[in-house]
């Protein structure tokens, strides 16, 4: 068990011929995925890293019974393609191209949500079922298979923070890099209810960082839905207030966003809150231990 | 990016967003000229720069004669504005804007904003212009009105009428403010705004609305499709690191501290300056190097991080994922030829080929470089480091 991906997830990739794309499309087909062909429109009929090339998604689903798709087409083109996907029937699309505008993406988001399709990211490093299934730019080496559940809104921390997990003689389910963009996917709620009903999945490793109200959110939901442990690490305590010109983005949710905030709600609901990103690994196994 | 209320209030024209006729002025010759080209016999004299509570902080004045007008160009030109937002240091004024005096009836609150939570804009009125939102927020939530625009749909005009209700206009005046908020949205969406504020949206005694002020800030990542918003930068505004920085794809916040940082990826970076913190230093700096750490991305984040004095020893701490740390760790030494390097360089490279990055910084045998651990021993030897410590 793990959520959302595993061994037998048919993935297809977006912008599969460009430099990024190329690169770790062939590093998820090292890990083992399942990448059974590729979208670049213009290219389709050919091959590429030994597997099809189609022009649009649609004929790639159709010929391929993919499921879901890996993103990683330019900024500007990025709502187009996610929406493209929605339309051809993709269940999940795992968006790694970091700068798509923010207007493009409440497109995006809505039409995906219209249509059924989960998203993940954008600007995000993706998502993997340790040893099954990799649909992202991490370093797969470092997750090895275990029972805790990690999401996280930055990159680098989710490889932090998987390393210490392993080092302490765990392993991770499933790990999913949410994103830090204001318009994002799958979020922390989506993610520990999936993480709470997975048999695998023993603790969850959580990673916030300041601004938005997501993290004060999945408090409220982790109070009266989430029964295994948690542990948590918001980023940024030190970092100075941001040069915003006006607070309007934060009076919405009522909330500042800062990190401090969000620890104590999360404290406040039973979650294991550290200070620093260096004591996650002690912390999932001072909790596990008990 | 942000812009000018001088340049805000451009866009707002093209949009039929009514406001007071103004020019822009460089100097106390020209904000004379300014006044005269506006006639009447009252004018504003406002500081243009990034930050609000210009008016607090003396940099907006009322002019009743030319004369005045020429002294208090003369007086806002070149001073150092202190405002709520602008810190301690202030901020210099560069121009300033005469603006047509308005006679004021009544002053309200407009503002467009994301909602995250609702994944779509979402308009914010209030009756309490000119105060600031947070605080009528915080008092008196009820005064606030909050309108969230499906993008799908757009403005309608039954959300004009929420917000006309929902302030109390007057009958006469729901068509004209209507039209007011519709306009401003529609700026909203075409310029791809990330925030628009008008505080006070103000009532004339002949009844017009009026934007008495102008904030737009707008999404970096949207910038490409908006060369004539990119053309509004205004360099004088922006700090000179912190650009540098940015042209080489890195990016730099300075702080007070003097433990310079270098890390990869924005999370881990803060999580860096969290950990130095809680060990009782002080970071810096915030410096991402982005996901490819090089010999030349390094070498301009040391030169970068080196211009602030106050740093008394670097920490380099990279989780090396698909970029190898072997291949870091030749980027490192490179860049210490590069650059001169003076101060303790506390290094921690984690991930992909760790063991034969520590063996490579061991074996350069450079005598500033000392190597760490974790992030835990990294942070700790850092701090000591800046704190005189021999290690």
Redesign the interface.
């Known amino acids: 068990m793990s959520i959302l991906i595993n061994k037998d997830t048919k993935v297809i990739v977006q912008g599969f011929t460009g430099k990024e794309g190329s690169f ?1 499309a062939e ?1 998820c087909l090292a890990y083992g995925t399942k990448i059974v062909g590729g979208v670049t429109p213009g290219k389709g009929g050919t091959t590429h890293l030994e597997k099809p090339v189609f022009d649009t998604v649609s004929s790639a689903v159709k010929a391929t019974g993919a499921t879901v798709s890996m993103v990683f087409v330019p ?2 083109f990025v709502a187009d393609a996610v929406m493209e996907a929605a339309d051809a029937g993709i269940e999940l699309s795992v968006i790694i191209t970091e ?6 993406m ?2 995006a ?2 039409y995906a949500t219209k249509k059924g399709m989960k998203t993940i990211g954008p600007n995000c490093p993706g998502i993997i079922t340790a040893g099954e299934c990799k649909i992202g ?3 797969g ?2 997750f090895k298979k275990g029972n805790i559940g990690l999401i ?6 989710t ?2 923070s998987a ?1 210490q997990v392993c080092q302490e003689g765990f392993g991770i389910s499933t790990a999913v890099g949410i994103g ?1 963009d ?2 994002i996917g799958l979020s922390y709620i989506d993610l520990l209810a999936l993480f709470e009903a997975d048999a695998e999945t023993e603790a969850i490793v959580m ?1 916030g ?2 601004g ?3 993290e004060i ?1 999945a408090a409220s939901y982790i109070k009266t839905h989430i029964t295994k442990p948690i542990i948590a ?1 918001i ?6 207030e941001g040069k ?11 909330s500042a966003g800062t ?1 401090t905030e969000k620890m104590a709600a999360l404290a406040a609901v039973g979650v294991h809150v550290v ?5 996650i690994g002690t912390k999932v196994a001072e909790v596990l231990k008990k | 990016m ?1 812009i000018h209320e001088y340049q805000a209030k451009e866009i707002f024209k093209k949009y039929n967003v009514p406001t007071p006729n103004g020019y822009i002025a460089f100097s106390e010759e020209e904000a004379v000229q300014n006044a005269q080209k506006l006639g009447g016999n009252i004018w504003v004299v406002k500081a243009q720069i ?3 509570g210009r008016g607090l902080g003396g940099g907006v004045k009322l002019a009743r004669s030319l004369a005045e007008v020429r002294t208090l160009a003369s007086e806002i030109l070149g001073m150092t504005l202190v405002t709520h ?1 602008t810190g301690s240091a202030g901020k210099l004024v560069h121009k300033v804007y005469i603006e047509e005096g308005v006679d004021i009836a009544d002053e309200l609150y407009l ?1 467009i ?5 609702k ?4 308009i ?1 009125a209030s009756r309490e212009g000119g105060m600031e ?2 605080k009528v ?1 915080h008092t008196s ?1 009820d005064k ?1 009105i ?1 309108i969230a625009i ?3 749909i757009g403005f309608q005009p039954y959300h004009g009428r929420e917000l006309a209700f929902g302030l109390g206009l007057a009958k006469e005046e729901m068509s004209s403010f209507i039209q007011f908020a519709s306009n401003l949205y529609k700026a909203y ?1 075409e310029k ?1 705004a ?2 628009i ?1 008008i505080n006070p949206l103000v009532k004339t005694k002949s009844g017009n609305f009026v934007a008495l002020d102008g ?1 737009i ?1 707008f ?1 970096d ?2 910038l ?2 908006h060369p004539e918003i990119e053309a509004m930068r205004d360099l004088t505004e922006e700090n000179l690191a912190e650009r540098e920085a940015s042209q080489h794809g890195l990016s730099y ?1 300075k ?1 007070d501290g003097n433990v310079g940082c270098m ?6 970076a ?9 060990l009782g230093g002080t ?1 810096a700096n ?1 410096l991402d190097v982005g ?1 490819s750490a090089n010999a030349q991305t390094v070498a301009t984040g040391f030169k970068i991080i080196l211009k602030d004095h106050n740093v008394k020893s670097i920490f380099v701490n990279i ?4 970029v190898r740390c072997d291949r870091i760790a030749n980027g490192i030494l490179e860049a210490t030829k590069l650059v001169n390097v003076d101060v303790p360089v506390i290094v921690r490279l ?3 080929n760790a063991v034969e990055a520590a063996e490579i910084l061991k074996n350069a045998n450079i005598k500033n470089i000392i190597i760490a651990t ?3 021993d990294g ?1 700790k030897k850092a701090v000591a480091a800046a704190n005189g410590d021999i290690l």
């Not at chain 1, 915003?244 to 009522?254: E, T």
């Not at chain 2, 994944?119 to 979402?122: A, D, F, L, R, S």
Request: net charge negative; aromatic share 4%; no cysteine.
């Open positions: 770790h590093q900024p500007a700068g798509a505008p923010i207007r493009d409440q497109l988001k809505a730019i991490m370093p080496a470092i996280s809104k930055s990159g680098t921390l490889y932090e390393n830090g204001p318009i990673i960082e300041i938005g109200d997501l959110q690490f980023a940024g305590q030190s970092a100075p915003r010109m006006g607070h309007a983005g934060a009076i919405i949710s009522g990190a200070q620093t990103p260096a004591q | 942000n990034h930050a609000g937002q503002g904003a994301l909602d995250r939570a994944e779509m804009p979402v914010i939102i947070e927020a939530p606030i909050k499906d993008p799908f969406i791809d990330e925030l504020e904030k800030g999404d990542n949207a490409f499709r916040v702080l890390v990869n990826g924005a999370g881990l803060m999580g860096t300056m969290d950990t130095i913190n809680h970071p915030f996901g989780f090396g994922g698909i984690d991930g992909t974790d992030l835990n942070a």
